[in-house]
């Protein structure tokens, strides 16, 4: 067939897509939004094959290898231990006499198939070879679309650790967990298989964290793609990378607000400053800056003077203050968030902490991280109310509760601390769809708006980045809603309701779920009497027979 004459056949996938991208602009947004789910579905379908090939790729050619050395060594018996020693080779003396071995030859065939680097070839065999034969319940997520193909890349690279007998029971979990929660942002996604990895393998934490420590290193290389830039890449502790970030987040914000320095600019500058061994960061704002160029690398000054050397207070003729504040004895303080059960911390049990921003952390590094932190008890109402006069303890089928009075602090707009670090350790990030934002970097939204009657309250507020929260206010369209037990809906403006939390800290610290309300109806209490009615005939009449049959002592 000629390339002329493929234009026009129809049964070629050239032309079905030419044909598709064509309705395509006929469709509307909302349409086009049912096309990304499916193509997605699609794309994670044939990755899932791809990772099928990749493993049996490997596998044929780690067979052909294995069967030509044993052709070449045999595999009878032996006469002598010399014909034994002959035959017993290293596999550096295998691989220099029968040439590079089966997962070589299948990383520079898939290499090359899909032009990708040798190490991405190597990521994709391992990858098809673990979910073919250690967790195939999981990869079958992958084949219907409810995973992508980078979130099962991080389940294979999470897992690596966990005890070889320990992978069916890991498996059954992941499919389970996964296959009943909706889609949610990597890093909802990422806490989760970690909690799911520590529950099934208590050593599992333990080894990442050795591994971790081991593996730590920096690394700094020129920039591929900026001249004169250099690229800095490393790998630390959690612990120890959340408390460099915590300086380096402080050491940005204590400069003056006309510092016309970006954030990510000052952080780098921080990074500098820490090198030279300056605690704090040299403001540029107008006021400490007497020139009105930048000044260069070589011209920065080298005093460790921060924002509290900056001038204020003096009255000039551009109205700028210049009256020196007095210098700050110490450098700004990091602060890092991390969210821990006070049974954990006490020791009572070894359930995983948080560590905001970074994931759940080993609560053996909990507990050394909070030794000297700044604590807050959150304290939540879980005992049901009663009717008066009830006993501790009791519940009565088809009573109401009486009216709940309002929580301290409802009625006003912005939350107090114990409201805001209830509703804050309740969820892991954003709460909007695929956000990853931590979350203590986030805004407090009401769900209900303040000024149409909502309460501030941990059951009406979410935390949202701030460009998700001004599209949610503003965008006309995008609505909420957030049930009692936490769940976060989001209805866009094409009609599609999405959830936005579908793991979160209640999933991972049990004891900050609500109580589940029992709405028991004049039916139910029916039912459970003729049951009870039921159970006391039948002990009644178990208690005669026994009276009228004693046995035979």
Request: proline content about 9%; overall charge neutral.
């Amino acid at each position: 067939m000629t390339a002329a004459a493929s234009l026009i056949d129809t049964d070629t996938g050239a032309a079905r897509l030419a044909l598709q991208l064509a309705a395509d602009r006929a469709h509307s947004t909302a349409e086009l939004v049912e096309i990304l789910t499916h193509n997605a579905a699609i794309t994670a379908c044939a990755d899932y094959r791809n990772l099928q090939a990749a493993a049996a790729i490997y596998e044929d050619l780690d067979h052909t290898y294995m069967a030509t050395v044993d052709e070449a060594l045999g595999c009878g018996p032996v006469a002598s231990i010399e014909e034994l020693a002959a035959r017993t080779l290293t596999g550096a003396q295998i691989r220099d006499r029968f040439g590079p071995d089966g997962l070589e030859q299948a990383i520079a065939l898939i290499g090359a198939a899909l032009t990708v680097p040798a190490a991405r070839a190597r990521r994709l065999i391992i990858a098809g070879t673990v979910m073919c034969t250690q967790l195939p319940r999981t990869g079958t997520l992958l084949a219907c679309g409810r995973i992508d193909l980078t979130r099962m890349l991080l389940i294979i690279d999470r897992t690596a650790l966990v005890q070889p007998d320990l992978f069916e029971a890991l498996d059954a979990e992941l499919a389970v967990e996964l296959g009943t929660r909706a889609p949610m942002s990597i890093r909802r996604f990422r806490d989760l298989v970690d909690t799911l990895i520590v529950r099934v393998d208590r050593d599992a934490a333990r080894l990442h964290r050795e591994r971790g420590d081991r593996d730590r290193h920096v690394v700094i290389r020129p920039d591929r793609s900026i001249p004169g830039q250099s690229r800095i890449t490393g790998t630390l502790p959690a612990d120890r990378a959340a408390a460099l970030n915590a300086r380096i987040d402080a050491m940005a914000t204590a400069v003056h607000r006309d510092d016309g320095r970006t954030l990510a600019q000052r952080r780098a500058d921080a990074l500098i400053a820490l090198a030279h061994d300056e605690p704090a960061l040299t403001c540029q704002c107008p006021d400490c800056t007497p020139s009105t160029a930048a000044p260069s690398a070589a011209e920065r000054p080298t005093s460790r003077s921060g924002p509290a050397d900056c001038a204020e207070g003096r009255s000039t003729a551009d109205g700028r203050s210049s009256t020196p504040r007095p210098a700050s004895p110490t450098a700004p303080k990091p602060t890092f968030h991390i969210i821990v059960s006070l049974a954990t911390l006490l020791g009572a049990n070894n359930s995983p902490a948080y560590l905001d921003g970074h994931g759940v952390i080993d609560p053996a590094v909990a507990r050394e991280l909070i030794a000297e932190a700044t604590r807050s008890y959150i304290h939540t109402p879980h005992t049901p109310a009663l009717p008066p006069g009830s006993p501790p303890g009791a519940l009565h089928p088809g009573t109401p509760e009486p009216p709940a009075t309002p929580a301290p602090g409802s009625d006003r707009y912005v939350p107090s601390r114990s409201v805001r670090a209830l509703a804050t350790a309740a969820e892991l990030c954003c709460t909007f769809p695929g956000c990853t934002t931590p979350v203590h970097r986030t805004d407090l939204d009401h769900t209900t708006p303040y000024a149409t009657g909502g309460a501030t309250t941990p059951t009406n507020l979410k935390p949202l980045c701030r460009p998700h929260h001004r599209i949610k206010t503003f965008t006309p369209g995008w609505r909420d809603y957030q049930t009692p037990l936490g769940h976060i809906f989001f209805t866009t403006p094409t009609g599609h309701t999405f959830l936005g939390n579908a793991f979160t800290g209640r999933d991972l610290f049990t004891e900050l779920r609500p109580p589940r309300a029992r709405d028991i109806t004049p039916a139910h209490t029916k039912v459970i009497n003729l049951r009870a009615v039921r159970s006391r005939a039948h002990h009644r009449a178990r208690e005669r027979y026994d009276a009228a049959h004693p046995p035979p002592f």
